[in-house]
């Protein structure tokens, strides 16, 4: 079955800087679009960053600019890059290949105080 593995979050300042990292396995990677999405507390789940197959990328409009989404298919894992974090990026991120079945994973936990 599909294994989506997050990690590298953290407690960070405002301001500062996180990788995240999504190891899959169970698919063959390098076929699939990615995407990076995060939930708050009593908050919907949300897209935040896709890539294809092709490295297109897209973002929310709140994290453009802030955020790169990658991808290592020799590794099969994808990356987000968070730079100039602030307090509202605080949530449980998750990744997800498109079209893809199958539960959430555990998440990664970002934090991000003031």
């Known amino acids: 079955q599909v294994q989506l593995v997050e990690s590298g979050g953290g407690l960070v300042q405002a301001g500062g800087s996180l990788r995240l990292s999504c190891a899959a396995s169970?698919?063959?990677?390098?076929?699939?679009?990615m995407g990076w999405y995060r939930q708050a507390p009593g908050k919907q789940r949300e897209l935040v960053a896709t890539?294809?197959?092709?490295?297109?990328?897209n973002y929310a409009d709140s994290v453009k600019g802030r955020f790169t989404i990658s991808r290592d298919n020799a590794k099969n894992t994808v990356y987000l890059q968070m730079n100039s974090l602030k307090p509202e990026d605080t949530a449980v991120y998750y990744c997800?290949?498109?079209?893809?079945?199958?539960?959430w994973g555990r998440g990664t936990q970002v934090t991000v105080s003031s």
């Open positions: 997800k290949a498109a079209l893809v079945g199958g539960s």
């Open positions: 169970g698919l063959i990677f390098s076929t699939y679009s």
């Open positions: 890539i294809t197959a092709g490295r297109t990328t």
